[in-house]
């Protein structure tokens, strides 16, 4: 289902080895971090005067024994990804790591995989968490029953306004090309190619790559794993049980999703591309091949959105279409994770009336244009929520 993931091994050299390695550490220490978050909640419990602690329902102490063993939980699944993508979509280690593993073990036999480990490594950043959290949130968003109606929000709007104007026709099903880039686990993607298009899906970030090849193309059956994706919330809380709530994934294969779709014109046609969008899709081969280009929550993850504009411009035909979602939320704005990216210094913030004049500078014309609510990884029972226009 993902064609292109396997050409990730040729390519990659030492410097792109370390960072792969380092995502696939960093999520095999979800939990660990999550007990260092528990361990402050902890003391600071322990720091109250004895008259104010006894006051605290019992609750309030074996809440944080119950959210531990919740994070070892959704240690599974983030674990079993990282083993199916080093295994599927081999990478070989780093030279740091193969020189500690010969120094522990002598010459490395050709056919013995290297699988990441938590203790074999660097230091990992626990900075990084956010983007385990991350995970953990967009398995729940993508690819649980619950989620089904903030799914519908974006991805079944989006869909829809594709079909509308850019229908299918039994004779041109799963030829006419459309592109999601910032496709998270793939699910949209899936969902576009289901409904008999030629879809690629399109993701920058190793973290989400890694959780998608394992959604998309490990899970051979429905409710294997149950995620919590709340157990991180520590404000706007109604009820305690709130953040311990479990979901089961997933609700639907990818196998399931696409042998739907198959027909006497053919099997669904689905790929994923791994990498950056601008730099994959912006080169001489790419111009004017796409007949239609979904985002959804993504134009505001560029440093520069002119970057993407210029880019989804020359993928284009003459009369293809353009399908957009999402707040401008700008990601580049602050550094979260304080590694002095030459990004940040480059961000570029746009009001919606100034974005919609640079897209018309390059001669899109708008066919329709709509306001509607939209959440993302939208806790229901919390106390806030953000919606999205």
Same mark, same amino acid.
């Given at each position: 289902?993902?064609?292109?993931?396997?050409?990730?091994?040729? %390519?990659? +050299?030492?410097?792109?080895?370390?960072?792969? /390695?380092?995502?696939? #550490?960093?999520?095999?220490?979800?939990?660990?971090?999550?007990?260092?978050?528990?361990?402050?909640?902890?003391?600071?419990?322990?720091?109250?005067?004895?008259?104010?602690?006894?006051?605290?329902?019992?609750?309030?102490?074996?809440?944080?024994?119950?959210?531990?063993?919740?994070?070892?939980?959704?240690?599974?699944?983030?674990?079993?990804?990282?083993?199916?993508?080093?295994?599927?979509?081999?990478?070989?280690?780093?030279?740091?790591?193969?020189?500690?593993?010969?120094?522990?073990?002598?010459?490395?036999?050709?056919?013995?995989?290297?699988?990441?480990?938590?203790?074999? &490594?660097?230091?990992?950043?626990?900075?990084?968490?956010?983007?385990?959290?991350?995970?953990?949130?967009?398995?729940?968003?993508?690819?649980?029953?619950?989620?089904?109606?903030?799914?519908?929000?974006?991805?079944?709007?989006?869909?829809?306004?594709?079909? #509308?104007?850019?229908?299918?026709?039994? *004779?041109?099903?799963?030829?006419?090309?459309?592109?999601?880039?910032?496709?998270?686990? +793939?699910?949209?993607?899936?969902?576009?190619?289901?409904? &008999?298009?030629?879809?690629?899906?399109?993701?920058?970030?190793?973290?989400?790559?890694? $959780?998608?090849?394992?959604?998309?193309?490990?899970?051979?059956?429905?409710?294997?794993?149950?995620?919590?994706?709340?157990? &991180?919330?520590?404000?706007?809380?109604?009820?305690?049980?709130?953040?311990?709530?479990?979901?089961?994934?997933? *609700?639907?294969?990818?196998?399931?999703?696409?042998?739907?779709?198959?027909?006497?014109? +053919?099997?669904?046609?689905?790929?994923?591309?791994?990498?950056?969008?601008?730099?994959?899709?912006?080169?001489?081969?790419?111009?004017?091949? /796409?007949?239609?280009?979904?985002?959804?929550?993504?134009?505001? %993850?560029?440093?520069?959105?002119?970057?993407?504009?210029?880019?989804?411009?020359?993928?284009?035909?003459? +009369?293809?279409?353009?399908?957009?979602? &999402?707040?401008?939320?700008?990601?580049?704005?602050?550094?979260? *994770?304080?590694?002095?990216?030459? #990004?940040?210094?480059?961000?570029?913030?746009?009001?919606?009336?100034?974005?919609?004049?640079?897209?018309?500078?390059?001669?899109?014309?708008?066919?329709?244009? %709509?306001?509607? *609510?939209?959440?993302?990884?939208?806790?229901?029972? $919390?106390?806030?929520?953000?919606?999205?226009?």
């Amino acid at each position: 289902m993902s064609e292109n993931q396997s050409e990730e091994t040729t %390519t990659f +050299g030492e410097q792109e080895k370390e960072h792969w /390695w380092q995502v696939s #550490r960093t999520i095999l220490h979800y939990h660990d971090f999550f007990q260092f978050e528990l361990e402050r909640r902890q003391k600071h419990l322990n720091r109250l005067p004895q008259a104010y602690a006894a006051r605290l329902p019992d609750v309030s102490y074996s809440k944080l024994r119950e959210l531990d063993a919740l994070a070892s939980k959704n240690q599974e699944i983030l674990d079993d990804m990282v083993e199916f993508h080093a295994t599927q979509v081999y990478l070989e280690p780093p030279k740091s790591i193969l020189k500690y593993y010969e120094e522990q073990h002598g010459s490395i036999p050709a056919n013995v995989v290297i699988l990441p480990r938590r203790q074999v &490594g660097g230091d990992v950043n626990i900075q990084q968490q956010h983007r385990n959290q991350a995970i953990i949130h967009s398995v729940y968003r993508e690819w649980t029953n619950a989620a089904a109606g903030e799914r519908n929000e974006s991805f079944g709007r989006l869909v829809s306004a594709l079909q #509308r104007h850019l229908p299918v026709v039994d *004779d041109k099903k799963f030829e006419q090309r459309i592109c999601v880039p910032g496709c998270g686990l +793939g699910r949209l993607p899936l969902e576009i190619a289901a409904c &008999g298009y030629s879809c690629e899906g399109n993701e920058y970030s190793a973290y989400m790559a890694i $959780a998608s090849n394992f959604m998309l193309n490990a899970l051979q059956r429905t409710d294997i794993y149950t995620v919590h994706p709340w157990i &991180g919330n520590i404000c706007n809380i109604k009820r305690v049980e709130d953040t311990m709530a479990g979901y089961s994934v997933p *609700d639907r294969t990818a196998y399931d999703l696409l042998s739907d779709a198959q027909s006497a014109y +053919g099997y669904p046609r689905f790929s994923m591309a791994a990498g950056s969008f601008t730099e994959i899709y912006s080169t001489p081969d790419q111009k004017e091949q /796409w007949h239609g280009i979904v985002t959804c929550f993504f134009m505001d %993850t560029a440093p520069v959105v002119i970057d993407y504009i210029e880019t989804i411009w020359h993928m284009l035909k003459p +009369g293809a279409v353009w399908v957009n979602l &999402g707040p401008l939320l700008y990601h580049w704005v602050a550094d979260v *994770d304080n590694n002095a990216d030459e #990004r940040y210094a480059q961000s570029l913030e746009l009001s919606y009336e100034e974005l919609k004049h640079v897209i018309s500078t390059y001669g899109f014309e708008l066919l329709e244009e %709509t306001w509607q *609510d939209c959440g993302y990884t939208r806790c229901d029972s $919390a106390m806030m929520n953000t919606v999205y226009k």
